[in-house]
């Protein structure tokens, strides 16, 4: 029978939180990964121990623990290794660990190899939302290049922020409510837009179309409205803001094929600071006197 192990304080302290790795020694074959501290490297060799000492009958069936089992009846002991550590706190080893075990898997989907076999029973906690993933599933959920050609003429392109109202987690109906407004527009220009694109971060979340009437000034009950009197309460009187109330989201209907596309490379250093940008006559004629041409299908109505 193997015998238990254990590690120094000081081996401890200097690991911190960390990713390893168990082996077994009869085929060569890493068998599980895992993030741990303290002992919890050796943790699975040692339990498998301790309930053998205590009651076999007890002991809870697994592949993990049977593969164990498998190498202390041949008088071997699990081969254990450090893969990363002294990461920074416990996300960040789950972080470490899904990309450890995203890599094994790119290399046998079935995480069979023969030099792995694991025997994990769940993918680690962030894996499905932030692991292995194609760069064309990259790009098709953070944004490929969008064809500009189907990017309608007289557009105003909306771009939601982090650090206001924007989540990557935000249904349709909610990045509406943040693309709707407020903000401080021109309100002679609104009058020939006839689009409103959000684009936070520069990819293209979802379309709407507007009317002239569909413009107002922001009042009570919209968001942001506390903060309105709270500036003019100390006299900083603010330009009414103007936001949309349509909510003919054409998204799916007329620009499915934008949807999830990238337009950040027409937007080069200070353009990037805006919030909104137009796409309309007015921006036509100032791209042309200084020589430039538009990105977007100025023919498309």
């Not at 009414?240 to 950040?264: A, H, M, Q, W, Y």
Request: net charge negative.
């Amino acid at each position: 029978m193997a015998n238990k192990q254990q590690l120094s304080k000081f081996a401890r302290e200097k690991l911190g939180h960390y990713v390893y790795a168990l082996r077994n020694p009869l085929d060569g074959a890493l068998f599980y990964v895992g993030k741990g501290l303290d002992d919890r490297v050796l943790a699975h060799a040692n339990g498998v121990i301790d309930q053998i000492v205590l009651d076999e009958d007890e002991v809870v069936e697994s592949l993990k623990n049977d593969i164990i089992r498998t190498i202390h009846a041949a008088g071997l002991e699990v081969e254990c290794f450090i893969v990363q550590h002294g990461l920074a706190s416990h996300d960040h080893a789950f972080a470490t660990e899904s990309a450890v075990y995203g890599t094994l898997k790119m290399l046998a989907d079935g995480l069979e190899h023969p030099q792995f076999k694991l025997a994990n029973k769940v993918a680690p906690p962030t894996f499905r939302e932030l692991g292995l993933r194609s760069i064309h599933r990259v790009l098709a959920q953070y944004g490929r290049p969008a064809n500009c050609s189907l990017i309608p003429h007289n557009t105003l392109l909306i771009k939601v922020t982090e650090s206001g109202t924007w989540d990557p987690d935000m249904s349709r109906q909610e990045v509406w409510e943040a693309t709707r407004g407020w903000w401080q527009l021109n309100r002679s220009r609104l009058n020939h837009i006839r689009y409103v694109i959000a684009i936070p971060h520069f990819v293209i979340r979802g379309v709407w179309e507007v009317e002239p009437g569909d413009w107002r000034e922001q009042r009570e009950g919209d968001r942001g409205w506390d903060r309105i009197l709270q500036a003019r309460a100390i006299g900083k009187e603010e330009d009414p803001r103007l936001g949309f109330d349509s909510c003919v989201d054409v998204t799916e209907t007329k620009f499915s094929d934008l949807l999830n596309t990238s337009i950040e490379e027409h937007f080069l250093r200070g353009a990037k600071q805006n919030n909104f940008f137009y796409l309309d006559d007015q921006r036509v004629k100032n791209l042309a006197s200084d020589k430039r041409t538009a990105f977007w299908n100025t023919e498309l109505r």
